[in-house]
Protein backbone atom coordinates (compact mmCIF):
# COMPACT_ATOMS: atom_id res chain seq x y z
CA UNK A 1 0.00 0.00 0.00
CA UNK A 2 1.29 3.65 -1.07
CA UNK A 3 2.38 5.50 2.21
CA UNK A 4 4.14 8.90 3.28
CA UNK A 5 7.36 8.97 4.28
CA UNK A 6 9.54 11.47 5.99
CA UNK A 7 13.10 11.77 6.68
CA UNK A 8 15.03 12.39 8.78
CA UNK A 9 12.96 10.14 11.51
CA UNK A 10 15.03 12.36 14.06
CA UNK A 11 16.71 15.40 13.61
CA UNK A 12 19.21 16.96 16.24
CA UNK A 13 19.89 20.82 16.16
CA UNK A 14 21.06 23.42 18.07
CA UNK A 15 19.05 26.77 18.95
CA UNK A 16 19.13 29.37 16.01
CA UNK A 17 19.81 26.57 13.47
CA UNK A 18 17.53 26.39 10.25
CA UNK A 19 16.15 22.69 9.64
CA UNK A 20 14.05 21.33 7.06
CA UNK A 21 11.73 18.51 7.27
CA UNK A 22 11.30 16.20 4.25
CA UNK A 23 8.44 14.82 3.33
CA UNK A 24 7.33 12.48 -0.16
CA UNK A 25 3.12 12.32 -0.01
CA UNK A 26 1.20 9.78 -1.74
CA UNK A 27 2.05 10.34 -5.28
CA UNK A 28 -1.68 10.54 -6.39
CA UNK A 29 -2.50 12.89 -3.50
CA UNK A 30 -3.42 16.86 -3.69
CA UNK A 31 -3.57 17.98 -0.40
CA UNK A 32 -0.79 18.33 2.36
CA UNK A 33 -0.05 18.48 5.82
CA UNK A 34 1.99 19.27 8.47
CA UNK A 35 1.03 18.35 11.93
CA UNK A 36 3.23 18.38 15.31
CA UNK A 37 2.87 16.81 18.74
CA UNK A 38 4.94 18.29 21.92
CA UNK A 39 5.73 15.26 23.96
CA UNK A 40 2.96 14.44 25.91
CA UNK A 41 0.57 17.12 24.46
CA UNK A 42 -1.67 16.56 21.45
CA UNK A 43 -1.42 16.55 18.06
CA UNK A 44 -1.67 20.20 16.39
CA UNK A 45 -2.40 21.36 12.99
CA UNK A 46 -0.15 23.46 11.26
CA UNK A 47 -0.65 23.91 7.67
CA UNK A 48 -2.12 22.29 5.06
CA UNK A 49 -1.49 23.11 1.39
CA UNK A 50 -2.87 22.63 -1.99
CA UNK A 51 -2.03 23.74 -5.77
CA UNK A 52 1.25 24.97 -4.74
CA UNK A 53 -0.08 27.12 -2.12
CA UNK A 54 -0.94 27.36 1.97
CA UNK A 55 -4.64 27.12 2.06
CA UNK A 56 -4.44 27.00 5.59
CA UNK A 57 -2.39 27.79 8.59
CA UNK A 58 -2.35 28.08 12.50
CA UNK A 59 -1.24 30.41 15.38
CA UNK A 60 1.64 28.25 15.48
CA UNK A 61 2.73 28.43 11.58
CA UNK A 62 4.55 32.16 12.38
CA UNK A 63 7.16 33.67 10.39
CA UNK A 64 9.45 31.35 11.12
CA UNK A 65 8.06 28.51 9.26
CA UNK A 66 7.86 27.89 5.62
CA UNK A 67 6.30 25.39 3.43
CA UNK A 68 7.66 24.48 -0.23
CA UNK A 69 7.06 21.75 -2.74
CA UNK A 70 10.08 21.99 -4.87
CA UNK A 71 9.67 19.25 -7.05
CA UNK A 72 6.61 17.19 -8.12
CA UNK A 73 7.09 14.85 -5.12
CA UNK A 74 8.59 16.15 -1.74
CA UNK A 75 6.95 18.41 0.37
CA UNK A 76 9.64 20.34 3.15
CA UNK A 77 8.74 22.11 6.49
CA UNK A 78 11.66 24.77 7.04
CA UNK A 79 11.66 26.32 10.23
CA UNK A 80 14.22 29.10 9.85
CA UNK A 81 15.85 29.78 13.39
CA UNK A 82 15.01 27.15 16.09
CA UNK A 83 13.74 27.34 19.60
CA UNK A 84 13.82 25.11 22.31
CA UNK A 85 9.50 25.02 22.13
CA UNK A 86 10.08 23.57 18.77
CA UNK A 87 11.25 20.33 19.62
CA UNK A 88 8.39 17.80 19.05
CA UNK A 89 7.15 14.85 16.34
CA UNK A 90 6.40 16.63 13.10
CA UNK A 91 3.97 14.12 10.87
CA UNK A 92 3.38 15.00 7.19
CA UNK A 93 0.19 13.94 5.98
CA UNK A 94 -1.69 14.07 2.90
CA UNK A 95 -5.08 12.92 1.50
CA UNK A 96 -6.58 13.02 -2.06
CA UNK A 97 -9.31 15.38 -1.45
CA UNK A 98 -10.04 17.60 0.89
CA UNK A 99 -12.96 16.50 2.24
CA UNK A 100 -13.51 14.72 4.98
CA UNK A 101 -14.17 10.45 3.63
CA UNK A 102 -11.03 11.04 1.30
CA UNK A 103 -8.84 9.53 4.60
CA UNK A 104 -5.88 11.60 5.87
CA UNK A 105 -2.38 9.37 5.62
CA UNK A 106 -0.05 10.43 7.57
CA UNK A 107 4.05 9.71 7.75
CA UNK A 108 6.05 8.17 10.94
CA UNK A 109 7.36 11.09 11.94
CA UNK A 110 10.59 13.49 12.59
CA UNK A 111 11.51 13.82 16.24
CA UNK A 112 13.05 17.39 16.34
CA UNK A 113 15.06 17.73 19.07
CA UNK A 114 16.59 21.36 19.48
CA UNK A 115 19.35 22.16 22.50
CA UNK B 1 -12.59 25.93 21.16
CA UNK B 2 -13.44 22.23 20.64
CA UNK B 3 -12.09 19.31 22.73
CA UNK B 4 -11.45 15.99 22.92
CA UNK B 5 -10.63 13.85 25.97
CA UNK B 6 -9.69 10.26 26.55
CA UNK B 7 -8.03 8.37 29.43
CA UNK B 8 -4.52 7.87 29.08
CA UNK B 9 -3.84 4.24 29.76
CA UNK B 10 -5.57 0.61 28.98
CA UNK B 11 -4.48 -2.65 29.95
CA UNK B 12 -6.35 -5.82 28.88
CA UNK B 13 -5.68 -9.76 28.55
CA UNK B 14 -5.07 -11.09 25.48
CA UNK B 15 -7.92 -12.52 24.06
CA UNK B 16 -10.29 -10.26 25.86
CA UNK B 17 -12.17 -7.55 24.16
CA UNK B 18 -10.69 -3.48 24.38
CA UNK B 19 -13.55 -0.49 24.79
CA UNK B 20 -11.08 2.55 24.31
CA UNK B 21 -13.59 5.92 25.07
CA UNK B 22 -13.66 9.07 23.79
CA UNK B 23 -15.62 12.46 24.75
CA UNK B 24 -15.86 15.44 22.71
CA UNK B 25 -17.48 18.79 22.51
CA UNK B 26 -18.49 19.52 19.28
CA UNK B 27 -22.04 19.43 18.72
CA UNK B 28 -22.75 19.89 14.73
CA UNK B 29 -22.17 17.46 12.26
CA UNK B 30 -18.67 15.91 12.26
CA UNK B 31 -16.16 13.07 11.51
CA UNK B 32 -15.06 11.58 14.48
CA UNK B 33 -11.78 9.50 13.67
CA UNK B 34 -9.67 6.90 15.33
CA UNK B 35 -5.99 6.29 14.60
CA UNK B 36 -3.55 3.71 15.80
CA UNK B 37 0.22 4.77 16.85
CA UNK B 38 2.82 1.62 17.47
CA UNK B 39 6.46 3.47 18.51
CA UNK B 40 8.00 4.38 15.87
CA UNK B 41 5.67 5.02 13.60
CA UNK B 42 2.89 7.00 12.29
CA UNK B 43 -0.57 7.41 12.65
CA UNK B 44 -2.12 4.72 10.55
CA UNK B 45 -6.17 5.56 9.95
CA UNK B 46 -8.51 3.03 11.47
CA UNK B 47 -11.88 4.01 10.59
CA UNK B 48 -14.29 6.69 10.80
CA UNK B 49 -17.69 8.02 11.67
CA UNK B 50 -19.95 10.73 10.55
CA UNK B 51 -22.28 11.95 13.12
CA UNK B 52 -25.38 10.70 11.69
CA UNK B 53 -24.33 6.48 12.31
CA UNK B 54 -24.72 4.98 15.69
CA UNK B 55 -22.38 2.40 14.63
CA UNK B 56 -19.87 1.01 12.42
CA UNK B 57 -18.32 -2.34 12.40
CA UNK B 58 -14.98 -3.51 10.60
CA UNK B 59 -13.56 -7.12 11.35
CA UNK B 60 -12.57 -7.03 14.86
CA UNK B 61 -13.21 -3.18 15.27
CA UNK B 62 -16.77 -1.37 16.46
CA UNK B 63 -17.00 2.12 16.64
CA UNK B 64 -20.40 3.27 18.59
CA UNK B 65 -21.61 6.68 18.74
CA UNK B 66 -23.76 8.32 21.05
CA UNK B 67 -24.02 11.86 19.96
CA UNK B 68 -26.94 12.58 23.11
CA UNK B 69 -23.29 12.25 25.52
CA UNK B 70 -21.31 13.00 22.81
CA UNK B 71 -19.38 9.80 23.56
CA UNK B 72 -17.45 7.71 21.42
CA UNK B 73 -15.88 4.34 21.96
CA UNK B 74 -13.57 1.76 20.02
CA UNK B 75 -13.86 -1.84 21.22
CA UNK B 76 -11.53 -4.55 19.84
CA UNK B 77 -12.23 -7.92 19.97
CA UNK B 78 -10.46 -10.88 20.83
CA UNK B 79 -7.25 -8.37 21.68
CA UNK B 80 -3.87 -9.39 20.45
CA UNK B 81 -0.32 -8.63 21.36
CA UNK B 82 0.18 -7.12 18.09
CA UNK B 83 -2.68 -4.05 18.93
CA UNK B 84 -0.63 -2.48 21.62
CA UNK B 85 -0.11 0.88 20.92
CA UNK B 86 -1.52 4.67 21.46
CA UNK B 87 -5.12 5.07 19.87
CA UNK B 88 -6.47 8.73 19.68
CA UNK B 89 -9.49 9.57 18.79
CA UNK B 90 -9.86 12.59 16.29
CA UNK B 91 -12.84 14.85 15.80
CA UNK B 92 -13.74 17.06 12.95
CA UNK B 93 -16.76 19.86 12.08
CA UNK B 94 -17.97 19.23 8.90
CA UNK B 95 -17.97 22.24 8.25
CA UNK B 96 -13.86 22.50 8.41
CA UNK B 97 -11.39 20.46 6.71
CA UNK B 98 -8.52 18.58 7.96
CA UNK B 99 -7.14 21.77 9.37
CA UNK B 100 -9.63 21.92 11.69
CA UNK B 101 -9.08 18.43 13.26
CA UNK B 102 -9.01 18.32 17.23
CA UNK B 103 -7.02 14.94 18.27
CA UNK B 104 -7.16 13.42 21.87
CA UNK B 105 -4.19 12.65 24.06
CA UNK B 106 -4.20 9.34 23.32
CA UNK B 107 -4.89 6.31 25.31
CA UNK B 108 -2.06 3.74 25.50
CA UNK B 109 -3.79 0.07 25.39
CA UNK B 110 -1.16 -2.65 27.04
CA UNK B 111 -1.94 -5.94 25.81
CA UNK B 112 -0.77 -8.27 28.56
CA UNK B 113 -0.13 -12.09 27.27
Known amino acids: ?115 | GEDVEQSLFLSVREGDSSVINCTYTDSSSTYLYWYKQEPGAGLQLLTYIFSNMDMKQDQRLTVLLNKKDKHLSLRIADTQTGDSAIYFCAEIPNSGGYQKVTFGTGTKLQVIP
Open chain 1, 1 to 115: EPEVTQTPSHQVTQMGQEVILRCVPISNHLYFYWYRQILGQKVEFLVSFYNNEISEKSEIFDDQFSVERPDGSNFTLKIRSTKLEDSAMYFCASSEASTLNSPLHFGNGTRLTVT
